[in-house]
């Protein structure tokens, strides 16, 4: 039985329980709801509530705070509403076109929603830390406010489901939005009744009406109104959730683009990505996803450095080769063994640049580059050689291996040769630039040990993530930050340093002597700050039951009501509005999410 299942019965057992105690009343007797039709158990307690009061004091500098978020709120209303028009724009242009995305994990219904082991780009583990640190703060932010403006909060307390996933404070919802009119009860006669029962009817209307006004001349004036929010003071009550949340990502990215990421370094771009049976490097226990660190005495910093040191060993000579896996190094003795029969040196050619020397030559990507000029290319480092050695403006020729649906002219060796003029290189401009990418996505063969080697940039990964800051005074900051889980840089998705990705990197000056540990604190870092981000934003929707739907409303019935005077016009064109923009925003997420599947099917 697989984990999934198990995970998914010990789910359903728990919901089923929930269930039983909740209908016995066992729940409500310990002061125990659920949420929703949902197994989200909410366990509130009064104890706590003093502290709140204490939090409360400085009532001036958390009402700067809370108009502050107001005004953040705002900005992130018209930013996520222009987010969502457009994705809807562009998706219905696609369907004039044409050419409907095919359905995916991109719009899906289940990654929607924030929810981690639900949403398949938030790992589970650091998804749950900052969810619920997310909640605690957006919910205790709501808390601190109502007892500044004098509204009271009836408890606080978690939300359970099996574990804890966060936190809630409870506010009189009656102070907060107003009391909500309840229609007058009124004893209704059947209309299958009797004569007697009717009789019996009119003489209960009888007495009732004699005493209501008693009832009225016995209630007591109240010592005083009972309280109830300003649309200012919800206003900020409101805006206080999404202000702590953006406040909280602001903290966690920057100590993670900050001195996190700068304790951490790469290690070594050179994993192993396969090994052949029986070779060297399988006789001698190297595995799939182990990272070479070091051969012998040289340190290996990339499948290049694993080349180039090859190129010094003879066959029958023992090298050491330093792997990690799992952050244990280990030292493995390896014979280095002569080239198999019939395997051919050379260069592949993994993609060619438009517009690029090589593309004008008449390079293709699946030709295999084995010799320029004079010069043999056995691997990888000769071509590397060759080119540093190159100059702008020369004219070299290129005999290469054709791919197997070539059909241009061939020697009597049946390759293919190609003379082709170099230009100036970008970043020397002395260098010459021929605009081939080698080797197959990043991988390099070394047949001499058996293996196959892949080398994923994480040095330039890396720089990418650092630079990520200095991005945000455009919008193109803002939006590789906002889906640097989902999208990445090339579509990857970076979802912290775990797994595989963890591998290529190691710790550095005061992160050393905490090992693994500091990606553990980048990675919590990181989901914190980026589900605090996107709650804060998503809250700022000017939809109801959102903290921005009742924002946008009040701020509507403020506008309508300079304009017209009138209380009851201005209820109802602040509530047709705000329910028109909730519907509006509703229709948008089905749309996105069913499109794709109407656009197939229409094809």
């Keep these: 039985m697989s984990g999934t299942s198990i995970a998914i019965s010990i789910f359903i057992l728990y919901w089923f329980l929930v269930s039983i105690l909740d209908r016995r009343g066992i729940l409500e007797k310990y002061n125990i709801s659920t949420f929703g039709p949902l197994p989200i158990l909410m366990i509130r307690t009064t104890k706590g509530l003093k502290l709140l009061d204490i939090l409360a004091r400085p009532k001036f500098y958390w009402r700067v705070f809370a108009n502050l978020g107001i005004w953040l709120m705002f900005v992130g209303m018209i930013a996520m509403f222009l ?30 929603l924030l929810i981690p082991g639900l949403n398949e780009f938030i790992p589970f583990t650091w998804g749950v830390i900052a969810l619920i640190v997310t909640l605690v ?45 309840k229609p007058v009860e009124e004893n209704e006669l059947p209309l299958t009744a009797s004569i007697d029962e009717i009789e019996e009817w009119e003489r209960q209307e009888e007495q009732r009406k004699r005493e209501i006004p008693l009832k009225v001349k016995e209630q007591k004036p109240a010592l005083e109104p009972e309280k109830i929010a300003t649309r200012t003071q919800r206003s900020r009550i409101l805006a206080a959730g999404v202000m702590a949340n953006f406040c909280v990502a602001f903290i966690a990215l920057l100590l993670f683009f900050g001195p996190v990421l700068g304790a951490i370094a790469p290690l070594s771009d050179a994993m192993v990505l396969s090994v052949n049976e029986s070779s060297p490097a399988d006789l001698a226990g190297i595995r799939e996803d182990m990272v070479i660190t070091r051969i012998d005495d040289t340190n290996i910093t990339n499948a290049m450095d694993v080349l180039y040191y090859l190129e010094t060993v003879e066959s029958g000579d023992i ?56 010069t ?28 197997a649906n070539y059909t241009g002219a061939l020697t009597e060796n049946g390759t293919v040769v190609l003379d082709v003029k170099l230009a100036p290189h970008s970043i020397d401009s002395e260098r010459g630039f021929l605009g081939v990418m080698y080797g197959m996505d990043g991988i390099v063969e070394c047949p001499m040990l058996g293996v196959s080697l892949w080398m994923p940039q994480s040095k330039y990964y890396l720089e990418a993530l650092k630079q990520i800051p200095s991005l945000l005074t455009g919008l193109a900051g803002w939006l590789i930050l906002f889906g640097l889980p989902i999208y990445g840089f090339a579509g990857e998705g970076f979802r912290g340093f775990s797994g595989t990705i963890a591998q290529f990197y190691q710790p550095v000056g005061w992160a050393e002597p905490l090992g693994v540990g500091i990606f553990w604190i980048a990675n919590t870092l990181l989901w914190i700050g980026w589900l605090n981000f996107y709650v804060g934003l998503f809250n700022c929707l000017p939809a109801v039951p959102l903290d921005g739907g009742h924002v946008f409303k009040d701020y509507t019935y403020s506008l309508v009501y ?16 705000s329910a028109t923009f909730s519907m509006l925003i509703l229709f948008s997420f089905i749309f996105m999410i069913i499109g794709p599947f109407i656009g197939q099917w229409l094809k």
């Design 137 to 181: 703060v957006h919910e205790f932010s709501h808390a601190i406010l109502c007892r500044v403006e004098g509204i009271r909060v009836k408890s606080m307390g978690i939300l359970l489901a099996l574990v804890p996933i966060g936190g809630f404070a409870e506010p009189d919802e009656e102070q907060l939005f107003g009391k909500k009119e």
């Design 83 to 112: 987010v969502i028009a457009l994705s809807d724009f562009a998706l219905y242009t696609s369907f004039l076109n044409n050419n409907v995305p095919e359905p995916g994990k991109y719009n899906a219904a289940r990654n929607i």
């Design 319 to 374: 090298i050491q080769i330093h792997a990690l896996e799992d952050g244990v190094v280990s030292v493995y003795e390896i014979e280095a063994s002569e080239l198999a029969d019939g395997h051919i040196n050379g260069v592949p050619i993994g993609g060619v640049v438009e517009e690029s020397p090589a593309e004008a030559a008449g390079f293709e990507e699946g030709m295999t580059m084995i010799r320029l000029d004079d």
């Design 562 to 577: 300079r304009i017209t005077g009138k209380e009851d016009v201005s209820a109802r064109v602040s509530n047709s509005i």
């Design 376 to 403: 043999e290319m056995q691997d990888v480092a000769d071509f590397v050689n060759f080119m540093e050695n190159s100059q702008a403006n020369q004219t070299i020729r290129a005999e290469l291996l054709p791919p």
